[in-house]
C-alpha cells in the first residue's frame, strides 16, 4: 500500500509562485516513477509533469518553462515548483506514482494518487 499526501497549495496572485510537495509512504518510492495531474472544475484531470527514476522529466505543454518537478528519493518526496503561475493553471494538483522507473503522461499508466492540494491563481 502506498499513501501520497500533498501539501503546499494556496491562493496566489498571477505572476507568482508557489512549490508544491507530495510525500510517499512505501519502500519503493526510489524504484517509482512520479508524475503531477491537475483537475479544474467541471474538467477533466490532465497531466502536468512526471520524472522518472533516473531524474528525467516530460511536461504538459501549457506548463513547459514555468514549472519544474524534482525529486527527493532521501525523503519520499517528489515536488513541483510553479512560477509565472496563470489564472489557467487554478486546480486541484494531485500526485501519483508510476510502479515502473519509465515516465508516462497517460493517467492510466499510474496507479496511487494522493488526495489533492488547491492551487488558486487570481487575476
Known amino acids: 500500500q502506498v499513501q501520497l499526501v500533498e501539501s503546499g497549495g494556496g491562493l496566489v496572485q498571477a505572476g507568482g509562485s508557489l512549490r508544491l510537495s507530495c510525500t510517499a509512504s512505501?519502500?519503493?518510492?526510489?524504484?517509482?516513477?512520479m508524475g503531477w495531474f491537475r483537475q479544474a472544475p467541471g474538467k477533466e484531470r490532465v497531466f502536468v509533469a512526471a520524472?522518472?527514476?533516473?531524474?528525467?522529466?516530460i511536461y504538459a505543454d501549457s506548463v513547459r518553462g514555468r514549472f519544474t518537478i524534482s525529486r527527493d528519493n532521501a525523503k519520499n518526496t517528489v515536488y513541483l515548483q510553479m512560477n509565472s503561475l496563470k489564472v489557467e493553471d487554478t486546480a486541484v494538483y494531485h500526485c501519483?506514482?508510476?510502479?515502473?522507473?519509465?515516465?508516462?503522461?497517460?493517467?492510466?499508466?499510474?496507479?496511487?494518487w494522493g488526495q489533492g492540494t488547491q492551487v488558486t491563481v487570481s487575476s
Open positions: 520524472v522518472s527514476t533516473r531524474d528525467f522529466t
Open positions: 501519483a506514482r508510476r510502479a515502473y522507473t519509465t515516465v508516462s503522461s497517460r493517467r492510466d499508466d499510474y496507479d496511487y
Open positions: 512505501g519502500r519503493t518510492f526510489s524504484s517509482d516513477a
